[in-house]
């Protein structure tokens, strides 16, 4: 089977942010808006935004048999997130580690469902 790339499960843009490493934002308190849900560093999308531009993406992959899903880890947090019933705010605390398989059975129309609620 030849892989697809879906542009709509491109890595979240960090705007300002974006390039600068993890610790320097810490360091200098900046860090916060990335884990947040609802808010974003400017020119960046929000963990909410994310999730309304990823979700309609995933409910349009085919719902019969097994789909394997490689994505960058703000994109795999946001999405377990709310598979996995997390707390909208903590989602962005969520550690996913690289290259880890994680395993989901996802129901037809569940990530319109997630979608609906985001």
Same mark, same amino acid.
Request: with cysteine; net charge positive.
């Given at each position: 089977m030849v892989p697809t790339v879906l542009p709509g499960l491109r890595e979240r843009s960090l705007g300002v942010f974006e390039g600068r490493p993890r610790q320097e934002l810490r360091d200098q308190g900046l860090w916060s808006p990335l884990l947040s849900w609802r808010e974003a560093p400017p020119g960046a999308e929000s963990q909410a935004r994310l999730a309304q531009r990823v979700l309609p993406v995933l409910a349009g992959l085919p719902a019969a048999g097994r789909t394997l899903v $490689?994505?960058? %880890? %703000? @994109?795999?947090? $946001? $999405? @377990? %997130?709310l598979l996995d019933g997390v707390p909208v705010e903590r989602i962005g605390g969520t550690p996913v580690a690289n290259a880890e398989p994680i395993h989901r059975r996802v129901a037809p129309g569940r990530f319109l469902e997630l979608l609906a609620c985001v």
């Amino acid at each position: 089977m030849v892989p697809t790339v879906l542009p709509g499960l491109r890595e979240r843009s960090l705007g300002v942010f974006e390039g600068r490493p993890r610790q320097e934002l810490r360091d200098q308190g900046l860090w916060s808006p990335l884990l947040s849900w609802r808010e974003a560093p400017p020119g960046a999308e929000s963990q909410a935004r994310l999730a309304q531009r990823v979700l309609p993406v995933l409910a349009g992959l085919p719902a019969a048999g097994r789909t394997l899903v $490689v994505a960058h %880890g %703000g @994109l795999i947090r $946001v $999405v @377990l %997130g709310l598979l996995d019933g997390v707390p909208v705010e903590r989602i962005g605390g969520t550690p996913v580690a690289n290259a880890e398989p994680i395993h989901r059975r996802v129901a037809p129309g569940r990530f319109l469902e997630l979608l609906a609620c985001v």
